[in-house]
């Protein structure tokens, strides 16, 4: 058995995390010690490290949830578990785009500046109006 310290140090997931993810449903509500101490076994440590894997791919908790339920019945088709991972797949491609547009911009207003005093700084005059920049190139 685990205390909630020691779930926090095997999994990397802090504590206030582990109760958000208990309020959540994410987990079950553990059991408790004579001294009301959570008290964890092996499978909510596997369950954590499950839920923090997800996180890291950056799925929502209701994603989660539902791999969560959809694990606990391994006979069934993994059409919904696909489904959320190439959900997912989407929504990191979607973003890494709209990163690449926000390097693309601030590549050209900060390669842009030629001026020596904040009066003729290019990157506070490009902020206020992002067009200059395309403009004048």
């Known amino acids: 058995m685990y205390s909630i ?3 926090s140090r095997r999994t990397g997931v802090k504590v206030p995390t582990i109760r958000y993810y208990e309020q959540m449903r994410l ?5 408790r010690s ?3 101490q959570r008290r964890y ?3 909510e440590l596997e369950r954590l490290a499950f839920i923090r894997h997800a996180r890291d791919l950056g799925l929502a908790i209701d994603s989660i949830r539902e791999l969560i339920e959809l694990s606990g019945h391994p006979d069934m088709p993994c059409a919904d578990a696909d489904r959320i991972a ?3 797949l989407a929504s990191v491609r979607g973003r890494i785009a709209r990163l690449r547009k926000l390097e693309r911009e601030l590549e050209r207003i900060a390669t842009c500046c030629i001026g020596e005093t904040v009066g003729d700084c290019y990157v506070i005059r490009a ?5 200059l920049c395309r403009d004048e190139h």
């Open 41 to 43: 076994g092996k499978s």
């Open 34 to 36: 004579d001294g009301n």
């Open 27 to 31: 987990m079950e509500a553990p059991e």
């Open 86 to 88: 190439k959900e997912q």
């Open 5 to 7: 310290g020691e779930l």
């Open 127 to 131: 902020l206020s109006d992002h067009t």
